[in-house]
Structures are given as structure tokens and as C-alpha cells.
């Protein structure tokens, strides 16, 4: 019998709820679990599945995740809590001989910092233990270090140049919400930008490089220079990379509230005492932003994310490389009530979960996800709702 807990249950727990709901011959049995039990239960009785129970777990205490571990014995826990719950997890993962799946790296609470040292530090641990370790296990990332492992894997004899761009083209009809959870996600947007050259790291100003690139089915879009944690592991593990860089989309909208946020101080994570109680105004902020999980009723658009990459191809010769998927927020809204935000991070996670199930991505140790075999994880995904389509020899435009 294999079981999963899942812990979190907001966007994204709720399509992996959904997406492991739909394929109960690897998910035998499926438990939910967060601080706010009565979420777990109202996602559990919308799918309406006999094979998922709920509980209530504060994850940042590794007693009370100990303690669920030990009521519910499964194979794998799937974090889709905040970054902050990482280690917590990992270390009762160790104590209750639990493997462990994530889709966001480690950060400390009181500072917004990205990178993969504080749980590939738990490497040996994992691997004297004989337990599995998946770590950044959505879309970026996730399904971006998948697809550039397949481009080494079938296509490319030396990686040079590789571009992750993020479009999301999508329409919520608010003035200002985020996609994911806003505190998490306003602490990424608002660090400085980083990029990977030739052994080195750049930094550059906050969303300081920019220029339109075309996106599929979407066309012209501004995208910003940004950091994002899968390139710390990808120039690692394909060391022939010359340059790693990561773009996103904003709108206009979206920036000038996002300043206006940062000017007024709203961005801070620095607690401030308000009426004789400790507040940090960013975590204020997200409990007047739209819950990122009720924005898909009326989300249009699609998103597409993708690798952009160049270099030798098997022969030796020079090749331009790009795969991609395109998400519809509305679909994703029909299928699991959820916009493509949480969509394109849910099914990854969940596909993820499946190949470790099914012995494919059994490998004990901590891990990144371009250090599995790419094919039967994207053979899944084709057919779990996040299709992908490559293209030879394009203008990369990067
Ligand atoms: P939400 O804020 O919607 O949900 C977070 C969930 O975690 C909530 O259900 C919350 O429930 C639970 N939670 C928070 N703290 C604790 C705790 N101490 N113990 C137990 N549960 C807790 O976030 P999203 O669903 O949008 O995002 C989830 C994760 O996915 C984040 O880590 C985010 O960074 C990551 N992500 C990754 C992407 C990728 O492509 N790789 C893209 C988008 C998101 P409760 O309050 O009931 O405890």
C-alpha cells in the first residue's frame, strides 16, 4: 500500500490533493494535513475520494510532525507548506524514516534568502538513512530542471546558454493579488537580480534587466532579470553551462503597485510593534492581498513557461533549443478549482511523488530534480494535464 501525507493545503495542495485523487492505483492512500484542519476537510470532501483523510499539523514543530508521521506511517511526505517548514520536515523525515518531496527551497523567517545550502546539507543523513530526498519539485522549479535535463540527455553534447522564462498572460480582474502565497512571493520579486556568467554570479538591481521576449500562443510580453533558485543546482550539475539567467513577466499594473508596496514600507519583513503587538507588515499585507486560492473563478489567460537553450548538439554542432508548456488559467480552474499558478506546481509535485512510488526516482540522498532520468517524469506529465512542445534551430532571442 503506498501512502502520502501531504502538508499545506492551500493552491498548490490543493491540486496535488486533486492530481494524486485522480490516480489511485499509485496514491493507495492520501492524507492532508495542515494548521487549519477544517481547510484539509473542505478539500477532501470536494474531491470526494474514500481514499483521503485529514489532520492538523503545525509543521514548524518537528514534534507534531513526529507525531503525525507515527499515526499515519507513510512512504512519502509531499511539503507543500511555505519554505519556511523545509527543514522542520526534513529532520522528522530522518526521526520516522519518512522519504520527502518539495516544490521551494529553504528560507529563514527573518530573511529573505535563497539557496540550497542549508538542505543539501542534509545529503549525508538522507543517504545513511536510505531515504529519498526530492527537492523543488513544481514548475520553476521543478519541470525547468526536468526539461533541461532532457535537452542534455537527447539533445545537447555541451549546454552554453540557458534562458527559464516565466510568462504568466493571465487576467484575474484585480487590481493587485499574487499568484502564490504573497509573502513568499513578494520576498522573491523584491531581492536583488542574479545571473550566472562564465563561473561567476552577477548581481544586479531589483527587476533592473528587462526586454520583451514572444511567448507561444501569448506573443510580446516584458520580461525581468530575476534570481530563482534552480539555477544554483543546474550550473552545478552541467558544468559546460556558460551563462544561466531566469526572466519573468510583470505588467505595468503589477510594478506599480509592487513600488508603491515596497515605498510605503508594506514589503518589510522587519516585525514593527503596532498597539503593543509585534507585526511584520508583509505578513499584514498578505492577510488583506485575495487569497491567491480564490482567484481562479474568473482567471483568463494562459501561462507559458519554458528552457531557452543553446550550445553543441550531439553531433558537435551548433544548436538553439526551446520546450515549453503552456497553461490555461480556466482549464486548470474546471479540473481542480485552482488557477495555472497552482496548477503548474501541483501536477509537477504530484508526478514527482509518482515516480519515486514507482521506484523510478528512488535514490537515497538529497536531490535535485535534473538528477533523475527526465523521460518517464515528462511521459507523465503529457498525459497529467501539462503537455510540452519543443522547438529546433529558433530564434532564441536571448
Ligand atoms: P498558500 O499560502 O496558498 O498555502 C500554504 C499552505 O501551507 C496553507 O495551506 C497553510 O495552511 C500551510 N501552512 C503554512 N504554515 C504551516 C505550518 N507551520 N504547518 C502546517 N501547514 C502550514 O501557498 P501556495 O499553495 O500558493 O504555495 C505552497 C508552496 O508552493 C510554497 O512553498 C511556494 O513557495 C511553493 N510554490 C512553488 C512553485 C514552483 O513552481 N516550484 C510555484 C508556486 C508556489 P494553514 O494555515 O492551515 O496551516
Known amino acids: 500500500m503506498n501512502k502520502v501525507i501531504i502538508i499545506g493545503c492551500g493552491g498548490v495542495g490543493t491540486v496535488v490533493a486533486h492530481k494524486c485523487a485522480q490516480n489511485p492505483d499509485v496514491f493507495n492512500e492520501i492524507v492532508i494535513a495542515s494548521r487549519n484542519k477544517a481547510k484539509c476537510d473542505a478539500v477532501a470532501a470536494a474531491i470526494g475520494a474514500p481514499n483521503i483523510t485529514t489532520d492538523r499539523v503545525d509543521a514548524d514543530s518537528v514534534e507534531q510532525l513526529v507525531a503525525l508521521f507515527h499515526r499515519h506511517r507513510p512512504q512519502l511526505v509531499i511539503n507543500v507548506a511555505l519554505p519556511y517548514q523545509d527543514l522542520t520536515i526534513m529532520d522528522a523525515c530522518l526521526v520516522c524514516g519518512v522519504n ?10 527573518d530573511e529573505a534568502h535563497f539557496e540550497y545550502s542549508w538542505q543539501w546539507a542534509y545529503r549525508e543523513r538522507f543517504e545513511k538513512a536510505g531515504l529519498t530526498a526530492i527537492l523543488g519539485c513544481g514548475f520553476d522549479p521543478g519541470v525547468t530542471g526536468v526539461y533541461t535535463a532532457r535537452a542534455a540527455k537527447h539533445h545537447f553534447s555541451e549546454i552554453h546558454y540557458l534562458d527559464i522564462v516565466d510568462c504568466n498572460a493571465g487576467n484575474h480582474g484585480k487590481a493587485f493579488a499574487t499568484n502564490f502565497n504573497p509573502e513568499i512571493n513578494i520576498r522573491e520579486i523584491t531581492q536583488k537580480g542574479r545571473y550566472y556568467q562564465d563561473g561567476k554570479w552577477v548581481e544586479t538591481g531589483a527587476l533592473e534587466v528587462h526586454k520583451p521576449l514572444n511567448y507561444p500562443e501569448i506573443g510580446p510580453r516584458e520580461s525581468y532579470l530575476m534570481y530563482h533558485e534552480e539555477l544554483e543546482s543546474l ?9 544561466a539567467r531566469f526572466w519573468m513577466t510583470f505588467g505595468q499594473e503589477y510594478l506599480t503597485h509592487l513600488r508603491v508596496i515596497q515605498d510605503i514600507g508594506m514589503a518589510s519583513i522587519e516585525p514593527i510593534n503596532y498597539q503593543g503587538m509585534d507585526i511584520v507588515p508583509l505578513q499584514f499585507l ?9 482567484l481562479g473563478q474568473n482567471y483568463t489567460g494562459q501561462t507559458s513557461i519554458g528552457c531557452r537553450i543553446s550550445g553543441l548538439d550531439k553531433e558537435g554542432k551548433p544548436l538553439t533549443y ?4 503552456n ?11 485552482m488557477q495555472a499558478v497552482s496548477y503548474t506546481t501541483g501536477v509537477p509535485a504530484m508526478t514527482g511523488a509518482m515516480m519515486f512510488l ?16 527526465p523521460d518517464p517524469f515528462l511521459d507523465v506529465l503529457n498525459r497529467q494535464g501539462l503537455p510540452w512542445h519543443e522547438k529546433f534551430n529558433v530564434d532564441l532571442e536571448l
Do not use: M, Q
Open 100 to 109: 520527502y518531496l518539495d516544490t521551494a527551497n529553504y528560507e529563514p523567517r
Open 235 to 243: 550550473v552545478i550539475n552541467y558544468p559546460t553551462i556558460k551563462r
Open 286 to 294: 498578505k492577510a488583506v492581498l485575495p487569497n491567491p486560492k480564490e
Open 322 to 325: 526551446y520546450i515549453y508548456n
Open 327 to 337: 497553461c490555461d488559467h480556466h482549464a486548470a480552474f474546471e479540473e481542480t478549482g
Open 358 to 373: 514507482k521506484g523510478l526516482w528512488s535514490k537515497p540522498g538529497v536531490h535535485n530534480v535534473e538528477e533523475f532520468d
